[in-house]
């Protein structure tokens, strides 16, 4: 037991480098994904073919395409069109893609949630359609949208493990270096999911506080 | 509380909007169908300026439909609105200008309401204010609180809409269509989704607002407001204009055998 911890112990700087590159690129990811995603729900939603056309383009090819196969072609298949990524750059560009394409549909459900008759009344006033989405579908739709937008970010932070095959030195790749090394591999792959637990199960508890509390005043 | 006795309600307002007499809304031979169902059928209707027109008839008339023609919220397959200087065609898509001045002009009041529920009451009154009319936070809050003053409502300005009665929503609802300055009001079955004791605050508040000279389109079900508020009924059925006259001779004596029964159906309940 006393070896075990402080073989955990040891590993742990190394751990938790790995795991600050996690959450860097997962919120770089995020934080470029989310807002796509929202532009990609009103893309869909446009009446405007060409719009319309390409923003499903994008979503179906990002939902479509596994995560790993996207990020795999960001870093080695990239380079042959002679644009060539760093392995953060490639995270980042798959990672982003990925939850802009998912997080599209959750925010398209969150706008569609917006009663027909909010919309009628602010067109009716002769509110500019912008100013409606603005104002009344966009802040209702992302509150409607906002836990399962939160869901998915945990679900991306592990799914950021998958960099590991960009050999982007986070969290999962640290921890295989060393078990590589030491041979030690249940007892670091243990640590190494236990530090990915305790960010995203507080995260969940935090989600569900937040539910409650974005119902308030509709209750 | 209430007082729909019709001889409380001769107001020397009114007559002055009365002698007026000119024409505010025109109607011209609206026509609207779905496939092959005709739900207005080449229909014509004049609102002097001041004037409060009830329309009352079935489900399925056309009543609302018309109304959502007036503000092209579902423009018709064809015919003609004329509000004021503004005449539009509603078989063509409008311009974006023709639809802002046409929506500036007329307001609405729907049956469900509507308010923004993430909003406060007062920013639901003042933020189409600031976004359509382009006022200031300040002057359009100004003109919220005198308007939910108006309505009875001015302690609830900053409390959430879900935190107020289906009444208080729909006079809420009223003063925000009045915060524009429109120049007709659409009521589409204003107290339909309220209890008696509740649409008896909203009527109230419309019976105010007639009085005070307001142009006034309402869809309705309250026979003793069509009768004893509105200067004129109109008993739609079938997509038609079936009885038109002033209020009392409407409502007491109707001409038609059609606009009979519906008259005999609401009254002997």
């Known amino acids: 037991m006393n070896d075990l911890l402080s073989f955990w112990l040891d590993s742990l700087p190394a751990l938790l480098d790995g795991l600050t590159v996690s959450l860097e690129v997962t919120g770089v990811a995020l934080a470029i994904g989310f807002p796509l995603g929202l532009l990609l729900a009103l893309g869909v939603q446009s009446k405007a073919r060409s719009l319309n056309l390409i923003s499903l383009c994008v979503v179906e090819i990002g939902r479509g395409a596994p995560a790993l196969v996207v990020l795999q072609f960001a870093y080695f298949g990239l380079p042959q069109a002679g644009l060539t990524l760093s392995s953060f750059a490639a995270a980042v560009f798959a990672l982003a893609w990925n939850t802009g394409a998912y997080t599209s549909e959750i925010i398209r459900a969150g706008l569609e949630s917006v009663p027909i008759g909010e919309i009628e009344a602010s067109s009716a006033m002769g509110m500019m359609r912008v100013d409606t989405l603005r104002f009344v579908i966009i802040p209702q739709g992302l509150r409607v949208a906002a836990p399962a937008l939160l869901g998915f970010a945990t679900q991306m932070l592990q799914a950021s493990s998958l960099c590991f095959a960009i050999a982007l030195p986070e969290l999962t790749s640290n921890a295989y270096v060393i078990g590589t090394n030491t041979f030690r591999y249940m007892e670091i792959l243990s640590l190494a999911g236990i530090l990915y637990a305790a960010i995203c199960v507080p995260a969940t508890i935090a989600v569900g506080v937040l539910e409650q509390r974005l119902g308030k005043h509709t209750r | ?269």
């Open chain 2, 1 to 269: 509380m209430m007082n729909l006795n019709p001889d409380t309600l001769k107001l020397p307002q009114r007559e002055l909007a009365g002698q007026a007499d000119k024409p505010i809304l025109r109607l011209e031979a609206i026509r609207k169908v779905y496939g092959k169902h005709v739900v207005l059928d080449d229909l014509n209707l004049t609102l002097r300026s001041g004037e409060v027109v009830a329309i009352i008839g079935p489900s399925g008339s056309g009543k609302s439909t018309l109304l959502r023609c007036i503000n092209m919220l579902g423009p018709a397959t064809s015919g003609r609105v004329v509000v004021g200087d503004l005449a539009i065609d509603e078989s063509i898509p409008p311009t974006a200008q023709q639809l802002t001045s046409l929506r500036r002009s007329v307001g609405m009041v729907f049956q469900s309401f509507n308010l923004f529920p993430h909003m406060s009451v007062l920013r639901n009154v003042s933020l189409p204010q600031e976004r359509v009319l382009g006022r200031s936070r300040k002057d359009a809050d100004k003109r919220s609180r005198e308007l939910l003053a108006r309505v009875g409502l001015a302690e609830k300005a900053d409390q959430y809409p879900a935190r107020c009665s289906g009444g208080q929503q729909q006079r809420i609802a009223i003063a925000r269509a009045l915060a524009l300055d429109p120049q007709i009001m659409l009521f589409d079955e204003p107290t339909s989704a309220l209890d008696p004791e509740l649409g008896l605050e909203v009527l109230l508040v419309m019976q105010e607002l007639a009085r005070s000279g307001m142009t006034m389109l309402v869809v309705t079900h309250e026979m003793n407001f069509a009768e004893t508020v509105s200067d004129r009924v109109i008993i739609m059925a079938d997509g038609k204009i079936i009885e038109e006259g002033p209020s009392k001779e409407v409502m007491r004596d109707p001409q038609t055998d059609r606009a009979k029964r519906f008259l005999k159906a609401v009254k002997d309940r």
